[in-house]
């Protein structure tokens, strides 16, 4: 039940196919491509590679996801989209603001949305544009991280959310992992620990 984190300018084809095809949900940022048409290909790659291990091994391959900052000043945000949506990525992780449109398209083609969170009013507002799951960041996660003590967050979030929670902040291994489940999360999001394998950029 995990998670490799978005992480910027770190996570790419390479960790992503890693992570999938040993039962990890692998993902990157859109932007550690530095053009549009470069992150299609990336994507062509990942999917390409991923039924080949799945049709050479008779495995199951975990989805992977992208995260798309979808601030306003983020140039790329609609165009990124665009290319998610035409190779239907399995999950989007969505940040800096939770847009009820850009849910909406990815559920028109089956995609999950999962969106970050500090604090009750953000899942609120994540909430009301139907995302499917909440990422908790909490305090000692990475990015934008959070501030709140995990155990009282994923306690409220879960009072007030019945979709899927991920657990962000310090977590690196089976123990960490275990101990979010125990909390309430349904997936842990490990970053930090996937920094210095040979997969990472």
């Known amino acids: 039940p995990v998670v490799a984190a978005p992480m910027f300018l770190i996570s790419g084809p390479k960790l992503v196919k890693a992570c999938c095809i040993n039962g990890v949900v692998g993902t990157f940022p859109a932007l550690n491509h530095r053009e549009t048409e470069g992150f299609d290909s990336w994507l062509t790659e990942i999917e390409e590679d991923l039924e080949a291990f799945e049709k050479e091994t008779g495995k199951k391959a975990?989805?992977?996801?992208?995260?798309?900052?979808?601030?306003?000043?983020?140039?790329r945000v609609e165009a990124d989209l665009e290319v998610c949506i035409k190779h239907k990525v399995p999950i989007i992780i969505t940040s800096l603001g939770a847009v009820a449109g850009l849910v909406d398209?990815?559920?028109?083609?089956?995609?999950?949305?999962?969106?970050?969170?500090?604090?009750?009013?953000?899942?609120?507002?994540?909430?009301?544009?139907?995302?499917d799951g909440l990422i908790c960041v909490c305090a000692g996660a990475g990015g934008h991280g959070g501030l709140l003590h995990p155990v009282p967050f994923i306690k409220e979030i879960r009072s007030m959310f019945d979709g899927i929670i991920l657990l962000s902040g310090?977590?690196?291994?089976?123990?960490?992992?275990?101990?979010?489940?125990?909390?309430?999360?349904?997936?842990?999001?490990?970053?930090?620990?996937?920094?210095?394998?040979s997969e990472s950029r």
Request: charged residues 15%; proline residues 3%.
């Open 170 to 197: 310090c977590l690196s291994d089976g123990a960490d992992v275990a101990s979010a489940l125990q909390m309430g999360a349904d997936f842990a999001y490990l970053g930090t620990r996937f920094i210095n394998v």
């Open 105 to 131: 398209k990815v559920h028109a083609y089956g995609g999950l949305v999962f969106h970050d969170v500090i604090n009750k009013r953000h899942a609120e507002k994540a909430i009301e544009a139907g995302v």
């Open 62 to 75: 975990a989805p992977y996801g992208v995260n798309l900052i979808v601030h306003h000043t983020n140039p």
